[in-house]
């Protein structure tokens, strides 16, 4: 194996072994024979799209398949193997249609040997594991074409993800699918590296436009966030936690549990459920529990009940442990885990089996009291503006700080709390993600009522901060985004925060500080690249980047 997209990922070069993560060899080799059969989808969609053949509908379907290869997202070797052989299915369609096409338009049969090799691997079971070996990220020898390349793919895989929840509340795009397929069936190019970073970059004008897709299906359906508190203690009846960032499968689970007499608690990235208005009639809805995906191990032991994951991140479960109780749905997944199937056509996921168990189960043991403060996007933000505007201008707000993206095992991400607890008490910090875990709980007070932390929400939620900031650009009457007083201290982990991070530089951001460490995906070239062109740097001490942040650097 070698796998390199995360952050954490092993000497910050690639894990060869076994994924940091936990990821076996197998499972690894099989996430890349899923994105080698994509691209071979992606020639076919793409040759069909110029014949006039297809709208592009195996869309929806390559953002699910490369969805489940994200970090901590699934485990289970069989799903791999099944959707590989969807994607060959899929891919033979096409090819009947174009061929089909082709000697009709041109009256000679289509030359397969035009296309790349992906095309060409026929899915034979006996072929897996050999295949798998030899198709992944190292298969491309030059450094500089696989940095951009995995970029591309890594990027790719955030917007996915991003569509998938988007679909999942009808909110579908065309331009979206149209090029994810566009952007796979490039790496089977011989492209030129200007070529390449302009597919990078259209990549983030892309996770823009899939970020506010998914802002619209989510405040659609549930209304716009809003301030709101949020309880971190437990009740006295059992629990069920739900975790992730599928809001569909909180609200299916909301109404199931009603009158049960079990309550339901958001964990990681769906503590931002509290603050949507169309959850809190529920009075079953009893809060948060617990922090960041890292810490599940043990907080899902002493949370007693069980425990769904609707998206990223799961990680390995300990035997004997809670794995009796947990659950996975969406494109999740984990070997002998039970998976809640997909809801049917007009109808609801069935949470029937959890809620049973969830009544056999005891009450949360307690592990914090409290409550923290969210809802924070961009609604409620722009409703304070003049609040926030008049802050700036009086000198009170010297600073606004984003430290969004993503949470993690690396004990160097104590710097993100360090910055939280040492930034001057006339700065603002801006945040979305997990990341948010390292400080949203400290006591940082406030700016004339104004919280010091503003929490807008989930990863994609970035999105959010983003028209934050157009709308101070644009009251301001500035011309550049990198003229506010704002800097971006950026933490990731996995992958869609790299489709954030593109966002951001397509939208012209400069000047972002990018840690832990820099991805071990770009290389050396691509690097320069990028600080040439958008001044992007690492992470350097607390106290240097706090003094640099703060005099616009």
């Not at 964990?267 to 948060?288: I, T, V």
């Not at 971006?488 to 869609?496: L, R, V």
């Amino acid at each position: 194996m070698f796998c390199f997209q995360c952050q954490e990922t092993a000497k910050n070069t690639g894990c060869t072994v076994k994924g940091v993560c936990g990821k076996p060899e197998d499972t690894a080799n099989l996430q890349d024979l899923v994105i080698y059969a994509l691209r071979g989808l992606a020639v076919y969609e793409e040759k069909a799209g110029e014949l006039g053949v297809s709208n592009n509908e195996n869309g929806l379907f390559a953002a699910q398949a490369l969805f489940t290869t994200i970090t901590n997202a699934n485990w289970d070797n069989d799903r791999f193997v099944a959707i590989v052989r969807e994607t060959l299915k899929r891919r033979e369609v096409l090819k009947d249609k174009v061929s089909a096409a082709y000697k009709e338009k041109n009256g000679k049969d289509f030359d397969e040997s035009l296309h790349h090799s992906a095309t060409w691997f026929s899915g034979d079971p006996s072929e897996f594991e050999e295949k798998a070996k030899s198709v992944g990220i190292l298969a491309t020898e030059n450094e500089d074409v696989r940095s951009l390349r995995e970029l591309l793919i890594i990027g790719l895989k955030g917007i996915a993800a991003y569509a998938d929840h988007a679909a999942i509340l009808g909110v579908e795009k065309d331009e979206i699918y149209n090029f994810i397929m566009e952007a796979l069936a490039s790496t089977t190019k011989d492209f030129s590296v200007d070529e390449m970073i302009g597919l990078v970059m259209k990549a983030g004008e892309v996770a823009v436009t899939t970020m506010a897709a998914l802002d619209e299906a989510n405040t659609t359906a549930y209304g716009h966030p809003e301030i709101t508190e949020v309880n971190i203690g437990v009740g006295s009846n059992p629990g069920i936690l739900i975790s992730g960032h599928d809001l569909k499968d909180m609200e299916e689970l909301l109404k199931q549990t009603e009158g049960t007499g079990v309550d339901v608690y958001t964990h990681g990235e769906m503590l931002p459920a509290n603050s949507y208005p169309a959850f809190k009639k529920y009075g079953h809805f009893f809060g948060n529990y617990g922090n960041a995906w890292q810490h599940q191990n043990k907080e899902f032991e002493s949370f007693n009940g069980p425990i769904i994951i609707t998206t990223n991140c799961i990680i390995p479960i300990k035997k004997g442990n809670y794995q009796d109780r947990i659950f996975t749905t969406g494109m999740t997944g984990y070997p002998d885990v039970v998976h809640i199937p997909d809801r049917p056509e007009g109808g609801a996921k069935d949470f029937s089996k959890v809620i049973e168990l969830a009544k056999k189960c005891e009450p949360p043991t307690e592990i914090e009291t409290g409550k923290i403060v969210g809802g924070f996007a961009r609604n409620q933000v722009l409703a304070l503006a003049d609040k926030v505007i008049d802050a700036v201008k009086s000198g009170a707000i010297k600073r606004f700080v984003v430290m969004a993206g993503c949470d993690g095992r690396h004990k160097a991400r104590s710097y993100f709390t360090e910055v939280a607890q040492n930034l001057p008490k006339d700065t603002v910090i801006l945040t979305a993600g997990c990341a948010k875990y390292r400080y949203n709980k400290l006591d940082l007070g406030d700016i004339g009522g104004i919280p010091r932390v503003l929490d807008a929400g989930q990863c994609n939620d970035c999105y959010s901060l983003a028209v934050i900031a157009l709308k101070l650009k644009e009251v301001f009457g500035l011309d550049d985004i990198n003229d506010l007083p704002l800097s971006f201290d950026i933490a990731w982990y996995e992958q869609k925060a790299v489709a954030v991070l593109l966002a951001l530089l397509f939208l012209g951001v400069k000047g972002i500080r990018l840690g832990p460490t820099l991805p071990a995906f770009l290389s050396p070239t691509v690097v320069n690249v990028l600080v040439e062109k958008f001044d992007i740097k690492p992470i350097s001490t607390v106290a240097e980047d706090i003094e640099a942040m703060m005099a616009g650097k």
